[in-house]
């Protein structure tokens, strides 16, 4: 098995096997929790005056043995950018201040954060050197390539090797169930020759997009070993006990964290 839903203190994660043991890494893929109101888990920043809010990100940073300070939370533009972490941000801009969608680092001590509730969060990991990165991938980000940006970043500003990144997709809306409308089908027709492995079209029920595999996709292309890409498999939409899916639920719905950071 190469993912389990299993406890990281007081949080129900999803593990993923090739993330675990790797030394200094350490990694969590959030669940929405459990029943109860104190297991139940949800980072959506923007509700962080809520008890909830609060207690999932202080349970995240005592996960990881640091203080809710030292988590990084950007402001999640569905943009492709992404930003070379080497230096800390300063402490007013730790939390949801700075507009990016990706974050690459060698710094300790820091949590770099995805939330997401549908999208593809992407976690990297430089195994040789300790380089890690966070990425915020829904249909526009993975379409502008963000995931093989972030690849770059982590060779051009830190000398990683494409062959030393391990690349996790954590759970996200899967081919299953992410029906797209015309806007996304055309645009990833005009941008991708092997649109069609991408988008499955069922007759009578439009076409459904495969995040998990046109992020695949960009990364091949961008020069990592397929072998180094472990998707989670994981739908949000199929899995409400374990997962907040937008479409599912709306806007209203939580958000899971996936988060990274080197110790
Ligand atoms: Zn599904």
Redesign the pocket.
């Given at each position: 098995m190469k993912v389990e839903i299993r406890k990281k203190l007081d949080l129900e994660v999803v593990g993923i096997k090739r993330l675990d043991n790797l030394g200094e890494i350490d990694y969590l893929f959030s669940t929405r929790g459990g029943t109860s109101e104190m297991e139940r888990l949800d980072f959506d920043r923007k509700g962080f005056n809520d008890g909830e809010v609060k207690r999932s990100y202080i349970a995240a940073a005592n996960s990881f043995g640091v203080d809710v300070a030292d988590i990084f939370v950007s402001n999640q533009v569905h943009g492709s950018e992404v930003l070379s972490l080497i230096e800390r941000p300063k402490k007013n801009e730790m939390f949801g201040v700075i507009e990016i969608d990706g974050v690459v680092t060698n710094l300790s001590k820091i949590v770099l954060v995805v939330l997401t509730a549908d999208c593809v969060p992407v976690l990297m990991a430089d195994v040789k050197t300790g380089v890690i990165g966070a990425v915020h991938a829904g249909w526009r980000g993975t379409v502008a390539g963000i995931s093989a940006v972030a690849v770059k970043t982590m060779v051009d500003s830190f000398g990683s090797k494409r062959e030393d990144i391990v690349i996790v997709f954590g759970p996200a809306?899967?081919p299953?169930?992410y029906k797209v409308g015309d806007e996304v089908v055309e645009t990833i027709k005009k941008r991708f020759s092997s649109s069609k492995k991408y988008l499955l079209e069922t007759v009578g029920e439009g076409f459904k997009l495969d995040l998990f595999g046109l992020n695949r996709f960009l990364l091949r292309e961008a020069g990592v070993p397929d072998g180094n890409i472990v998707s989670s498999g994981l739908?949000t939409?199929?899995n409400p006990e374990l997962f907040y899916s937008y479409r599912r639920e709306g806007a209203q719905t939580g958000r899971m964290m996936s988060a990274i950071m080197l110790r």
């Open positions: 809306i899967g299953c169930c739908c939409h199929c």
